[in-house]
């Protein structure tokens, strides 16, 4: 079983910034060895990719966040963070932390997800 917790959200105005962590946990889990995904889903909307990172430390990301947020991993840590900066009221969401093996999917065939984190921006 592999726990991941995330951290970091909150409330914050317009143009702001935020980091969040995800941090994972799991006897026989190979962090290093796994793409971690982060998803975000704001209210009556379905979940949406945001930005990820593969085991190699190659990153993708969605249109909409592209040269904001940042996406890294501390595999000594077994963290991995979302640099979120120039935040816009339309980023406000719950957001997600998934991990998955090797590669980022834009989509959300992960294997573990956290429990998601608030992201609040205000106008």
């Known amino acids: 079983q592999v726990q991941l917790v995330e951290s970091g959200g909150g409330w914050v105005q317009t143009g702001g910034s935020l980091r969040l962590s995800c941090t994972a946990s799991?006897?026989?889990?190979?962090?290093?060895?796994?793409?971690i995904g982060w998803f975000r889903q704001a209210p009556g909307k379905e979940r949406e990719f945001v930005a990820g990172v593969n085991w190699s430390g190659g990153s993708s990301y969605a249109d909409s966040v592209k040269g904001r947020f940042t996406v890294s991993r501390d595999n000594a840590k077994n963290t991995a963070y979302l640099q979120m900066n120039s935040l816009k009221p339309e980023d406000t969401a719950v957001y997600y932390c998934a991990v998955r093996p090797v590669r980022v999917a834009v989509t959300p065939e992960y294997d573990y997800w956290g429990q998601g984190t608030q992201v609040t921006v205000s106008s």
């Open positions: 799991g006897r026989t889990f190979s962090f290093s060895t796994n793409a």
